[in-house]
């Protein structure tokens, strides 16, 4: 696992000793090239401007995207996550306009827009049938398809080694007026979590007016969910970006939005 401080940081051959025919030799040469180009494309389709999607659950009900922007130039490898619960739909949204926007100048971004798909098209906090998914982390021994599920995004943080987790969610109430986390910056304890925490709050809150929408940090994530597990087990920072129902979807979507993008640009991540 990398560290956190690493953030400041074909010829063809023929036998000479028999003669081909022309036509022949011409026509393999026509196959050859053309298995090439399409070759090419195929690698091209995957991967243009830095961008790589790639399929969880496939052929599984909870099938869904995600998506690794790379970069040449080191730095950390970032995991963003959206719609874990499916009355939450705010940080789906935002993941999805920073997916077709983004641009990475160091590290790696991987960006998990719709974590619980039947949830989110159910528009509840877990599909019927289901359960909790963000109670079911790192790699849960039921059987059912939540439990599948949770493995499948566990194993995304493992084989990519992931630096820092950033989960979007959003709660039912103000947290400055109520017992609810609305328009909060959770994060778990780590050495660089509290400098991080205390900036993203800092520079949110001057676009906001005083009062109940601005945001607050405090510690840490329920038991049991992807960022408090990544923490425990891996020591690397994790956040969860807490907005609220109460106000309007637009505004929900752009308040997750500026948090990750100011979140990424303090990591030195993004495209200068």
Not at 45 to 65: L, N, Y
Not at 72 to 80: A, D, K, N, Q, S
């Amino acid at each position: 696992m990398a560290a956190y401080s690493s953030f400041s940081s074909q010829e063809i051959n023929y036998n000479g000793g028999e003669k081909m025919d022309k036509k022949l030799i011409s026509r393999w040469s026509a196959i050859v090239v053309l298995i090439v180009i399409l070759a090419a494309g195929t690698a091209v389709g995957a991967e243009i401007g830095g961008e790589k999607k790639q399929t969880i659950g496939a052929g599984e009900k909870f099938e869904t995207d995600y998506f690794i922007f790379r970069s040449e130039e080191p730095g950390p490898t970032v995991f963003l996550v959206g719609g874990i619960h499916g009355d939450e739909p705010a940080g789906a949204g935002a993941l999805e306009i920073i997916r077709d926007d983004l641009s990475v100048g160091a590290g790696k971004v991987i960006i998990l827009p719709r974590a619980n798909n039947p949830a989110l098209e159910a528009g509840e906090r877990y599909a019927p049938g289901a359960r909790d998914l963000n109670r079911a982390f790192p790699v849960d021994e039921e059987k059912d398809w939540t439990g599948r599920l949770a493995s499948e995004i566990w194993n995304i943080v493992i084989e990519y080694e992931v630096d820092i987790i950033f989960d979007l969610h959003e709660a039912r109430d103000f947290y400055q007026i109520s017992d609810s986390v609305g328009q909060t910056v959770i994060l778990n304890p780590h050495p660089d979590g509290a400098l991080l925490a205390l900036h993203l709050v800092t520079e949110i809150n001057q676009h906001l007016p005083p009062g109940k929408k601005r945001f607050t940090y405090i510690s840490p994530t329920v038991q049991n969910s992807l960022t408090r597990v990544a923490n425990e087990q891996l020591e690397i920072p994790t956040f969860i970006f807490e907005t609220t129902v109460v106000m309007p979807m637009e505004e929900r979507v752009s308040l997750h939005e500026k948090l990750v993008y100011l979140a990424l640009d303090y990591l030195e991540i993004l495209e200068k």
